[in-house]
């Protein structure tokens, strides 16, 4: 249970269009199957009614997310940092994600420096790799081989801009905590504006965002633990 004397800093209203937002963000690579479906569904029984619960899984127009988040700007952009670490969470950035999340800026008139080098940064691996080949991270560095290890804080703007996300409401951190993996994954391939470029060992400190993702997911489990003397149990 949520401790009553716990406030959340955004309304209802703010929140199920939050978790909108971020459902639509899952939905546009195409990728968002049943088991995620049933996740969040199973997720928001916590916290929404019925009515309440199958709206919050209806995608939703950037405009009309703008006009209950864009009269915030603070909140307009902890909104767009949780929908970059969505973005990021699966490793599979893709180009409807990307679209997707540059209409948000646009309709929140946010123009974030650090959504632009995450973009740049991206395209710039994607371009510089075969296209039917799939190349491998040295066990020994953070980027890939075509980009050089001098320039891994090529990102620093990123990691910056996305450390800077507070965890302000129970229902979003909830969230966070399912969506963002509890343990390193298994070896895998990573695909970049769908194309499969590189391959990357059980070791997830190779990811140059990893530390973000767990960053924000373990001050989502401080603010559930700590801020609403929740029990955490089931995210750990």
Known sequence: MVSTTTKSA???EQTAVWIRGLVSLAWADGHFDTKEQAMISALLNKDFTAEEKVNAMEPISADELAKVLGSDRDLAENFLRTAVMVALADEDYSISEDKMLQQYCQALKLKPDA???LRTTFQTIADAQPADGIESFPTSGLTPPTIDADQVDVL???RDWLDRMDV???KIARLMCKMIPAQCPFERD?????RKI???PPLC???PLYDQLVGLRFRALSYLADDCKEDISEYV
């Open 10 to 12: 955004y309304t209802d």
């Open 115 to 117: 959504l632009n080098v």
């Open 156 to 158: 620093h703007p990123v």
């Open 168 to 170: 302000q409401d129970p």
């Open 190 to 194: 990573i695909t970049l504006f769908g």
């Open 198 to 200: 590189v391959h990357i």
């Open 205 to 207: 400190k190779l990811n």
